[in-house]
């Protein structure tokens, strides 16, 4: 049987391209070598916000007494946690499933390689047999990137060094833990153990946190968290692996810190090995990312991709968009793929969000705008619910077209609220419209018409 | 009959001391026609006109006419575009003496076109506000717009910011339909590129639900693409393009409607020819003595159609898809080809009217649509349609018909055949008759007993004319 298209990866982009596709009428196959869902659903963005909560929950019994409750002889307990995840993870995974059935998607579970482009179409082999179809969509994901420091590789495969799929499932809270790369994965994870129990250290190549985020937010956040215990060594290099530590220098100095478990989540790098694009002339760039336009296309015809595969944003709601805009293109409906509103969230405690510039890529962009800046005790219900928070909304407006170009905060609920202002960027609704809005009272959210009135 | 279609309508309005300055109006030309599109200005504001130059060329949807100046000196002002949509009647332009006061000859509410005024916006509002009652012909909005009046009617009805309308008519003007579907869709553009986008100019629009963002507005046309290497350049060839015509654009949509709606059956026949043959030598040698006019064998066609119809009324009559009206009168439509396309005047009566007669018709007639300046009254009202391709060498062909008629005659030229005559083989000169019908109401036998009759009387083209 030949395939109207054929999918290479079952994460986000995968699935949700398979199921949009199907819905259009099309006949699709889809491959994944690991587990439908990809990371996302089975070793990063979900699983994570299981153990987070967990870890909420347990901090919300240690500072219960300052909002009037009394909780004693509290504790976390590791192994349920990873049960309760795992039980989290199987039914999503199990739903994705269901929705692919539902739509009449055929799923190999095996590793695909591209073979050639024939007369009939595109030849994707799996274990020896082979599929044809006549449009291409590759979403194979990306991997953690494992720099060749010294020690590092021994370390990974002693168990001593992990990566974000192995470190969800540790069942037994290291007492000490070594996280090198404080991006989002390692922030959220810091958290996660800083609550649970272990002493956390935090080695940062930049002089930041969170990497592309508003650096006061950076800043609250960091400061926040060495009050909570977490170390940070910021403009620090790992030089290093022994087997029970981290050597990293800062200003020439050599520093080593001991740690039962080191984390390495400096980043991620598009998975592009042993595909066979070379087979049909994919191009990718110098990281191994594929080159696709605004339409998702490839340099090769009725090639796609979308996904972290692009290497573009790498967040798996990028990816959902991606593929849809790919599968609209493929269906005859033109449609362009816009990064200009695309939230991102940490959802460390208090929770980082934001969406659009910050201040630093609009003065990079020579940008004509202004900010203002409120404490998000400016929200009654933000009071009312976070004893001592000191939480920020920063929202950035473009002088010129009296838009909205960029909102950054930080401060619990910040993620439910982030895409109201994505929202407001993607739809460049001005200031003036925007002040028309009702928002619902008493909510966290309404830090945001405080910040439109402020202009 | 026809004069009064082509009269030109002064309308002197007397303002003081000045009344020598002349108003042309748009004429009104036939009963159904409210107004007309100006098609091109001859004379701009300024030049001095002498009686019989053309000031401006309009059209119906059905014909082009020029409009020839009837008075002499300056053109002193004109009120409307090439692509303005004219209500009939309204002053167009004036001629005059320099220095005259035209004020008054203005249509209710319009403004000089040539005449930008420097207004404040909030004045300009007032001012449109203040109009929004009249029938207004105000070729500019608030903004300086090139607007049809009958896109700001609409746009005040359905209250709609004509400003952001993406006009598509001549040089940038916004038309009715640009209002239709900017009240209908509503503006493609997001609010904070609204201040800098130019309803002219053609966007490559990349935002929510293919709005047209800032950054598009900034861009311009362009947008980022990988080109596949796989798509070979397609070999460009050099070519003209031409928006279709009010007339081209009626002719399509009729031929369509008419292939598309009925069950058309073409038959072909043909006759011996010798007879009208014969009879137009003796016509043509004789005309001028006789004082007939130069019959030719079109008209001879004509007139024999005309004659056998009434004998086969369902081929004389109108199928709207429920009933069929079948006429006692033949009102001839002949299609004549024009520079500006085909078009089909109509000889009412020509049952009842002499091949003479029908003769002079025809030939005043096809006059007519060749320059352009018939009167659209007598392009309706036909009941049957004779098309003649004979002269072009055509064998046969498959007319289509007129809608709602129910046949047409195609005449095909004439061809030298032989036929056996008491064992003799013997030359003959035969002419080709295609005819189209509507099968949905007429059975092709009754349509070739037509045939067969008509092929009798043009065999017997004399006795045909002395019944």
């Known amino acids: 049987m030949k395939y109207d298209l054929i999918i290479i990866g079952g994460g986000p982009a995968g699935y949700l391209g398979a199921e949009r596709a199907a819905a259009k009428g099309m006949s699709v196959l889809l491959f994944e070598k690991r587990n439908l869902g990809g990371v996302c659903l089975n070793e990063g963005c979900v699983p994570s916000k299981a153990l987070l909560y967990s870890a909420k929950i347990y901090d919300y019994t240690k500072h219960s007494e300052q909002y009037g409750v009394k909780v004693t002889g509290s504790s976390l307990d590791q192994e349920t946690v990873i049960k309760r995840k795992n039980k989290v993870v199987k039914t999503l995974v199990t739903g994705v499933k269901g929705a692919l059935k539902k739509h009449n998607v055929t799923v190999v579970e095996k590793t695909a390689r591209i073979e050639k482009k024939s007369v009939e179409g595109f030849v994707v082999s799996a274990d020896n047999e082979f599929y044809t179809g006549d449009r291409l969509l590759i979403c194979s994901g990306s991997e953690p990137i494992m720099p060749p420091i010294p020690g590092l590789l021994e370390g990974y495969q002693k168990g001593f060094v992990l990566t974000n799929r192995e470190i969800l499932d540790l069942t ?35 002089d930041k946190i969170g990497g592309p985020i508003d650096d006061e937010i950076a800043e609250l956040l960091r400061r926040e968290y060495e009050k909570k215990g977490i170390t940070f060594n910021l403009g620090c290099k790992v030089t290093s692996f022994t087997e029970k530590s981290v050597v990293f220098e800062k200003d020439g100095k050599t520093f080593e810190t001991d740690a039962e478990k080191v984390l390495v989540s400096i980043g991620r790098k598009p998975s592009t090995k042993d595909l066979g694009l070379e087979n049909i002339g994919v191009e990718k760039d110098k990281r191994g990312a594929i080159i696709t336009d605004s339409m998702g296309r490839t340099n090769v015809a009725e090639v796609y991709a979308a996904g972290d595969v692009n290497g573009v944003s790498m967040l798996a709601h990028t990816a959902y968009r991606e593929a849809e805009v790919c599968i609209n293109n493929i269906t005859g409906k033109k449609d362009v793929m816009r990064y200009s509103a695309i939230p ?43 004893e001592g928070g000191n939480g920020i909304c920063k929202v950035l407006r473009d002088k010129r077209t009296n838009r909205i170009i960029g909102v950054s905060l930080i401060g619990n609920y910040a993620s439910e609220l982030i895409y109201g202002a994505a929202m407001m960027i993607e739809t460049q609704m001005t200031v003036e419209d925007l002040k028309e809005l009702v928002f619902p009272h008493p909510t966290v959210c309404e830090i945001l018409r405080e910040a439109l009135f402020a202009f | 009959m026809l004069e009064s279609n082509s009269v030109q309508f002064f309308v002197p309005k007397t303002n003081g001391g000045a009344d020598m300055a002349t108003a042309v109006i748009m004429p009104r030309q036939g009963n159904t026609v409210e107004s007309c599109v100006v098609s091109k200005w001859h004379k701009k504001k300024g030049d001095k006109v002498n009686i019989g130059d053309i000031l401006f060329t309009y059209e119906t949807d059905k014909a082009t006419f020029d409009e020839e100046a009837k008075t002499e000196g300056i053109l002193l002002e004109t009120y409307f575009e090439e692509g303005d949509d004219v209500p009939c009647l309204l002053n167009m332009c004036v001629i005059g003496e320099p220095g005259e006061d035209i004020s008054s000859f203005a249509p209710d509410g319009a403004k000089s076109v040539n005449e930008e005024t420097e207004k404040p916006k909030e004045d300009i509002k007032e001012e449109i506000k203040a109009q929004t009652d009249t029938l207004s012909a105000q070729t500019y909005g608030s903004d300086g717009l090139k607007i049809s009046p009958r896109a700001k009617a609409l746009a005040e009805k359905t209250n709609v910011d004509v400003s952001y309308a993406n006009a598509t008519g001549p040089n940038g003007r916004v038309i009715e339909r640009d209002i239709q579907v900017l009240a209908k869709e509503g503006l493609k553009v997001t609010p904070a590129a609204k201040a800098s986008y130019d309803q002219t100019a053609s966007y490559n629009p990349t935002g929510i639900g293919g709005r047209v963002t800032e950054d598009d507005v900034k861009r311009g046309s362009i947008i980022e693409t990988v080109a596949p290497v796989e798509t070979k350049a397609v070999a460009v060839t050099e070519y003209t393009e031409e928006k279709l015509s009010n007339i081209r654009k009626l002719i399509a949509k009729t031929m369509h409607a008419s292939i598309s709606e009925m069950a058309q059956l073409t038959m072909n026949a043909s006759f011996d020819a010798t007879s009208i043959i014969n009879f137009r030598t003796m016509v043509k040698a004789n005309s001028e003595r006789l004082g007939l006019a130069n019959i030719t064998i079109n008209d001879i066609v004509i007139y024999a159609v005309a004659k056998t119809l009434l004998a086969h009324k369902d081929l004389n009559a109108h199928f709207n898809g429920e009933s069929i009206k079948r006429f006692n009168a033949v009102n001839m439509g002949v299609a004549i080809d024009t520079p500006r396309g085909l078009m089909v005047p109509t000889v009412f009566n020509s049952d009842k009217k002499s091949l003479n007669d029908i003769s002079a018709e025809v030939k005043d007639l096809a006059g007519r649509c060749k320059s352009g300046n018939i009167s659209p009254d007598l392009l309706t009202g036909g009941t049957f349609t004779i098309t003649n391709l004979g002269n072009l060498g055509i064998e046969s062909f498959t007319p289509v018909i007129n809608p709602p008629q129910t046949a047409i005659l195609g005449v095909c030229g004439l061809v030298t055949r032989v036929k056996d005559e008491n064992g003799q083989v013997k030359p003959y000169q035969a002419m080709g008759l295609s005819l189209t019908i509507d099968h949905r109401v007429v059975d092709g036998a009754p349509a070739a007993r037509f045939l067969k009759d008509l092929c009798a009387n043009l065999e017997n083209f004399e006795i045909l004319l002395a019944k």
Request: charged letters at 20%.
């Open chain 1, 172 to 206: 037994k809270i290291p007492e000490t833990l070594v996280i090198v790369g404080g991006g989002v994965i390692g922030l959220e994870m810091a958290s996660y153990f800083n609550s649970a129990g272990s002493k956390v250290t935090v080695v940062e190549m930049l």
């Open chain 1, 344 to 386: 991102s969230v940490i959802y460390t405690n208090p929770e980082v969000a934001s969406v659009g510039e910050t201040e630093a890529t609009a003065k990079q962009k020579n940008m004509d705008f202004e900010s203002v800046t409120l404490s998000m005790k400016f929200s009654g219900r933000y009071v009312a619910e976070n």
